[in-house]
């Protein structure tokens, strides 16, 4: 009997072994592709794409812990061949420390995940849209199959070209004339349906520059199927200086 | 007399007719489709007729599904074989011998083979479509020579409707579930046998209709059906509600089969401690579709009734389009656990007898299954956190991120199981393996989506894209193919071909992992899903992915072959193939169409995993006693 | 033609199991209709429309209640075994459920279903209105079984336990209907 606990001790030093080679690897992975992570072009795409690094290095670490135990005992405990008539010497029904330490880690992961990144980035989120006093307001409306954009305060009307300050908050609110559609632009790092008969807004604050034509993550994206024009249901956008967008409101307002 | 030789004795004679196929037998199903096509354009005519309009509006195709459907149903022999009878008409002969597999009937074997090729049929012209969605892809602009947008959004529609729907929803469950249930029970047939029999019957006009649907102008919306872009694309959404609400049907139908069975017939002995873990998983699946189908069903008769009633549940200025989306998911975010639950479960039945261990924490695998079907009911939200208002947000995060505790018992049970027992690992144990590193990566990715802020970036890409397929095709499908494989003795007898069987898994494995991996990166880099033209950037990736999809579809010929080889030609098995204690492989193989004769039962004396040697046989064989 | 000699092997559930799991079959059924009796509120508002029978709905009610009698009546003598004796039962059902139709297509007329408490209100009668047609079948093939094949109707009583069970279940359904689209 002891032989054989033995055994599964000296097989467990090997998991671990298996363990730390393949998270050294995996996680070198994952530091790369997030080294070459897409446009974070604002505030609020910093807090999703925080959120989206984070638990990719957490999935990472337990993709290996858990794939690694399961390729590693496959090939470990395999038999010796299809004939092999051998019956294990281990017929444990349950081991109450696996049991416990899977459980504790289990609830104890899921707990921290709802509190970061769920919660801490949903309140950061929310924090944005409550602190800002004087948003710039966009009006957004969307139709099969475009956008248009006013800005009430500005007395801009109906331009098909999102233009927007560096730094400041929008309010876009988003209204559309028939169907449900997206409003996403992909370097802003968040998106909002469009619902037929209800209002909705979304608050961003742009830190990057720049325009569809040198990033094409800075566009406007409908990410909601709207028929056949979904996939070109799509409108440059314009990242500009604050003093650069004076000089295009002006050039654009009656 | 209890002896395991009881079950020697006079099996022969229950093995049903020993007839072979004639042609004539094929009547029913060419009187089905007769009946069927007559039904349904004699009924869209003489509706269109008296409302002067054409048979491709949405009232007179509506009208002719459901007069097609039940002339479908009554050529199939659900006349003769139940309602004259019920009637108190003559009743039909037992169809015993080949024939069975042709027509209407009470035997749950038949019904399930008749799945089997259903969803091989399904998956092959849905897999068809995925490849036409991929040459589309393989250029950034849209394809002329090949689709328009508008074919492509209806080709997607009907590749995933029909992969969730008429593939991974009865490809366990169906196939395999409706085979083993009553044998891994130790009853001879299901409770309510006819309604099971109906079941299949309903599928083939139903997948029929959503795969004609262009042909009365198609429906864009994918396979949400989402209002109002519903009722203003096209007629063809009417064949895309029914035909959901039909194969619904169908598997609310087998539900109540599994439940019933299982809570009423247990053999002998079977306490619930006892029941074997893929029934238990079977049954979680089951409670899902009972309680929760209603919402979706009747989202989509409202969805329906807005095109042609002239209702505005969801249309018009007064509609509210979001309670589609909460319907629509009340169901169908708990639907993928009847696809993943069963798939779960089959790995627990497998393991314990691949590795002659008992099955680790068996009663935390239960919980698991049970468990992640009663979380399941309160996670639909996670769909649309992008539509939802705040407060709903962090209620459906929190919610959601719990289900990955249960789905974990199912990891813990399985990697105990492993741990320190001698694993044969034939091709349906490698595919199994496989399917448990896919599904890990479909979880994990799952997380992501259930983490709000990650989520509001992430939805609606390719990233969501490769998560799903990932858990359906990543992890229900291998283990469907793993399953055929696995009780392949059992149905026809013989052993699938080892060589090939192994081949096509690892080519499976690579081309699955080269196809779908990278979709996540494609969705972090910006694209969106549902898009017959994306930007140049991401044309490099997308080729990719298309070849590699390619490679990956065509090596499902492999497994076909295989099978159909092997059914005919294969190595004959011996009648316990793999060693294992369940309750099937106590009966003869091929499973005879009476599986154990008159006067004769099982009676459940130990657990089904006790695999310790010298241990005691779990069944006994007893003679019924007479009333 | 003789009744075959495997059928009743292949159909193994005995009475128990029939009449028990014929439980989860009206469980979705009755799911569905909470569905739309929730759906009530979200359409149709908390208030009642003036073109709203009240009269025929109360009578439509009563007639329901009163159904129950027969219910009760027949499922005593099934009890005691005698299959012959339920048939009036039955077809007194029956009537009910042709008037009930027929109650039901009289409310239409005054609800249009482009409005949206008459939205709501027609789509969850039309389902009742399925549902009472399947009711008529099933007492059909009660009564003409019984009446045709004694011994059969005999030997499969289960089934006329769960064609009252079900029409039991529609009697609830409807008056939770009524309590939720007339009176609350
Ligand atoms: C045979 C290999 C498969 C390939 C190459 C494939 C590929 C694809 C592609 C490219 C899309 C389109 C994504 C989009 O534009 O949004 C898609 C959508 C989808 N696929 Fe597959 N797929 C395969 C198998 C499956 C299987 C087995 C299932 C499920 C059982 C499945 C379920 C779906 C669903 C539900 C959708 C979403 C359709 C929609 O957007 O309405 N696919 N698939
Ligand atoms: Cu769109
Ligand atoms: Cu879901």
Redesign the pocket.
């Known amino acids: 009997m002891n032989a054989a606990k033995e055994n599964l001790w000296k097989a467990f030093r090997g998991l671990v072994l298996v363990w730390i080679v393949g998270m050294a690897i995996g996680e070198t992975l994952i530091a790369w592709g997030i080294n070459n992570w897409p446009l974070v072009g604002s505030v609020q795409a910093r807090i999703t794409a925080d959120a989206t690094t984070y638990l990719m290095w957490q999935a990472v670490a337990i993709y290996v812990l858990v794939g690694g135990a399961i390729v590693y005992s496959a090939m470990r405990f395999r038999a010796s061949s299809a004939s092999d008539a051998v019956i294990p010497e281990n017929q444990k029904r349950t081991w109450a420390p696996f049991v416990v330490t899977w459980l504790v880690l289990a609830i104890g992961i899921n707990l921290a995940n709802t509190i970061y990144p769920g919660m801490v980035g949903l309140e950061q989120l929310w924090a944005i849209q409550m602190d800002t006093k004087s948003p710039l307001v966009v009006d957004v409306t969307a139709q099969q199959w475009k956008w248009t954009f006013s800005y009430p305060k500005q007395g801009v009307t109906d331009v098909s070209q999102l233009v927007v300050p560096e730094g400041r908050t929008i309010d876009f609110v988003l209204r559309t004339k028939d169907v449900m559609h997206d409003f996403w632009v992909p370097a802003w790092g968040e998106k909002k349906d469009v619902i037929p008969n209800e209002v909705r807004h979304l608050f961003i604050t742009p830190t990057a520059l720049g325009s569809t034509a040198t990033n094409p993550m800075l566009r406007v994206q409908c990410a909601m ?1 709207c028929g056949n024009g979904h996939p070109l249901m799509r409108a440059p956008v314009k990242v500009v200086t604050a003093a650069k967008f004076k000089t295009w409101v002006s050039n654009n307002s009656f | 007399m209890a002896t395991n030789e009881m079950q020697a004795q006079a099996l022969n004679e229950t093995g049903g007719g020993k007839t072979s196929f004639a042609i004539s037998m094929l009547f029913p199903l060419f009187r089905a489709t007769l009946w069927g096509l007559t039904g349904y354009f004699a009924a869209a005519w003489i509706t269109a007729a008296l409302l002067g309009s054409v048979i491709v509006n949405p009232l007179p195709a509506t009208v002719g599904y459901i007069v097609g459907l039940v002339g479908w149903l009554m050529g199939s022999g659900l006349w003769e074989g139940w309602i004259r009878r019920a009637f108190g008409g003559a009743e039909a002969p037992a169809y015993t011998g080949v024939e069975r597999y042709f027509r209407f009937g009470p035997d749950s074997k038949s019904t399930a083979v008749r799945y089997v090729v259903f969803n091989v049929v399904a ?1 092959f012209f ?2 068809l479509a ?2 036409a ?2 040459v589309e ?1 393989l250029t950034p602009d849209s394809t002329g020579w090949w689709m328009s947008t508008i074919h ?1 959004n209806m080709t ?2 009907i ?3 029909m ?2 729907l008429a ?2 929803a009865s ?1 366990i469950v169906g196939g395999v579930g409706y085979y083993l249930v009553p044998l891994m029970l130790g009853v001879r047939n299901v409770v309510f046998p006819k309604l099971l029999g109906l079941s299949w019957w309903l599928l083939p006009p139903a997948a029929f209709a959503v795969f004609m649907s262009p042909t009365i102008g198609g429906f864009q ?4 059906g989402y209002p109002p872009l519903a009722q203003n694309s096209g007629s063809g959404i009417v064949f895309y509600v029914l035909g959901a609400a039909t194969l619904l049907t169908a598997s609310v139908l087998g539900a109540i089969n599994i439940a019933g069975t299982m809570v009423y017939m247990r053999a002998k002995g079977m306490s619930l401690g006892r029941v074997p873990i893929f029934v238990w998983g079977l049954f979680a699946a089951s409670t899902i579709l009972i309680v929760e189908a209603p919402a979706t069903f009747t989202g989509a008769l409202m969805d329906l009734s807005d095109m042609i009633l002239g209702s505005h549940f969801y249309t018009g200025p007064t509609g509210h389009p979001l309670a589609y989306m909460d319907q629509f998911w009340f169901l169908f975010h708990p639907e993928v656990y009847v ?1 993943a639950l069963p798939a779960f479960a089959i790995w627990l039945e497998i393991l314990p007898a691949a590795a002659k261990r008992p099955l680790f924490a068996r009663n935390w695998a239960i919980a698991g299954l049970v468990g992640v079907s009663m979380l399941g009911a309160m996670l639909g939200v996670h769909h649309y956190f992008t539509a939802v208002s705040p407060a709903r947000m962090p209620i459906f995060m929190t919610f959601t991120e719990t289900v990955s505790i249960p789905t974990g018992f199912i990891y813990l049970s399985a990697i105990g199981t492993l741990w320190g027992g001698r694993l044969k690992i034939n091709a349906a144990v490698l595919l199994v393996l496989m399917a448990m590193m896919n599904f890990l990566v479909g979880g994990l990715t799952g997380i992501f989506n259930a983490d709000v802020p990650a989520d509001l970036q992430l939805h609606n890409t ?1 990233w ?2 490769a998560h ?2 990932y858990t ?2 990543g992890a ?2 291998f283990t469907w193919i793993a399953a055929l494989y696995w009780w392949f003795p059992k149905v026809t007898g013989r052993k699938i071909n080892e060589f090939w069987g192994k081949f096509h898994a690892w080519w499976f494995f690579v081309f ?1 992992n080269c ?2 991996f990278p ?1 996540f990166i494609a969705g972090i880099e910006g694209m ?5 033209i994306y930007l140049p950037y991401l044309h490099g990736i997308n080729l990719f ?1 298309s070849i590699s ?1 390619f490679l ?2 065509a090596g ?1 010929l492999i497994p076909l072959a295989n099978l159909v080889y092997s059914w005919r030609r294969g190595e004959k098995a011996e009648p316990n193939p793999w060693g294992s204690k369940g309750l099937e492989w106590q009966i003869k193989s091929p499973t005879p169409y009476i599986p154990f004769p008159e006067g004769t039962e099982p009676e459940v004396v130990g657990p089904n995993d006790n695999y310790a040697a010298g241990s005691k046989e779990p069944f006994v064989w007893v003679s019924t006693p007479s009333k | 033609m003789a009744e075959n000699g495997y059928a009743s092997l292949m159909d193994p559930a005995p009475e128990r199991a029939k009449r028990g799991a014929f439980f989860f079959l009206t469980l979705f059924a009755s799911i569905v209709f909470a569905m739309w009796d929730l759906a009530r509120f979200l359409w149709g508002g908390t208030g009642v429309p003036s073109t709203l029978n009240m009269g025929v709905g109360i009578g439509l009610t009563v007639l329901m209640l009163i159904s129950l009698v027969p219910v009760f009546g027949a499922q005593r003598k099934l009890n005691q075994g005698d299959d012959k004796g339920i048939l009036s039962s039955m077809g007194a059902l029956l009537v009910v459920a042709v008037i009930m139709i027929c109650g039901i297509v009289y409310s239409w007329t005054s609800l249009p279903i482009s409005s949206g408490y008459g939205g709501i209100y027609d789509i969850t009668t039309g389902w009742f209105l399925l549902h009472f047609v399947a009711a008529i079948l099933a007492f059909l093939a009660t009564i003409m079984k019984g009446s045709r094949t004694p011994e059969r109707a005999k030997r499969e009583r289960w089934v006329s336990y769960n064609v009252l069970m079900y029409w039991g279940g529609m009697v609830v359904l409807w008056v939770v209907f009524f309590g939720i689209f007339y009176l609350a």
């Open positions: 199927i | 998956f849905a897999g995925a490849m969605i991929r892809l492509y997607f529609g590749h995933g409707l992969m969730l593939v991974a490809v919306t994918g396979w949400w696809f390719y969501v894209v799903f397929h359906i095709l229900v499908i699955f196809t779908f979709m969106n899903r549902r898009i017959a992915i999809a990956l579809g499902f």
